[in-house]
């Protein structure tokens, strides 16, 4: 994005998104220091396996999941040291997180934001079914992850939703923050 970044645009640029990717491999995946996300799933992504990728030091998030019905899975993932959140995801569902490093990430770790009911829940079409698909976040499973935060970061923001923690599986993982002892 330094085209994008000469007029002071980053806030959704991207460096690599990806739409309608049913039953991708992304392995050895690296994006460090963009002027935007290094890497984001926008809209209709299923059966998606990320392996030893490392996103790191970009402007905005290291990884964004929107609007996509999963499954979608990182393993082994360095997601560090982005100047706003490690993974940011809306609509997302069916996400796995395992032996992932999530740190040193601006703002937050990993964010599920809004509250707003336009929000909650999203509609889009199966490009290969043509049936509509009803996507909220939930159904995410973190396992043996270490997710760690420092200064005024915060580790895991997720809105009021209960159907993102009712059907959450987390086992395993490392949680730290160093400069804070609540």
């Not at 050895?28 to 299923?46: C, G, I, K, R, S």
């Not at 998030?61 to 995801?89: H, K």
């Not at 336009?118 to 996507?135: I, Q, Y």
């Amino acid at each position: 994005n330094w085209r994008g970044d000469w007029g002071g645009f980053r806030s959704w640029a991207t460096g690599q998104k990806f739409f309608s990717v049913h039953g991708g491999l992304f392995t050895n995946y690296t994006a460090h220091d963009n002027l935007a996300p290094a890497l984001w799933f926008d809209t209709d992504n299923t059966d998606i396996l990320v392996e030893h990728a490392t996103l790191d030091h970009n402007y905005n998030q290291g990884l964004f999941l929107e609007a996509s019905q999963g499954p979608l899975t990182f393993r082994d993932c360095t997601i560090t040291r982005n100047g706003e959140t490690g993974i940011l995801a809306t609509q997302a569902a069916r996400v796995t997180l395992e032996h992932c490093n999530i740190s040193g990430n601006g703002q937050r770790q990993i964010f599920v934001p809004w509250m707003a009911p336009e929000h909650a829940m999203r509609t889009e079409t199966n490009f290969e079914t043509n049936k509509p698909m009803h996507l909220r976040s939930d159904h995410w499973t973190l396992t043996d992850n270490t997710i760690a935060a420092e200064g005024a970061a915060q580790l895991m923001v997720i809105s009021n939703w209960p159907w993102f923690i009712d059907t959450l599986k987390s086992s395993g993982n490392t949680w730290s923050h160093p400069d804070r002892e609540d």
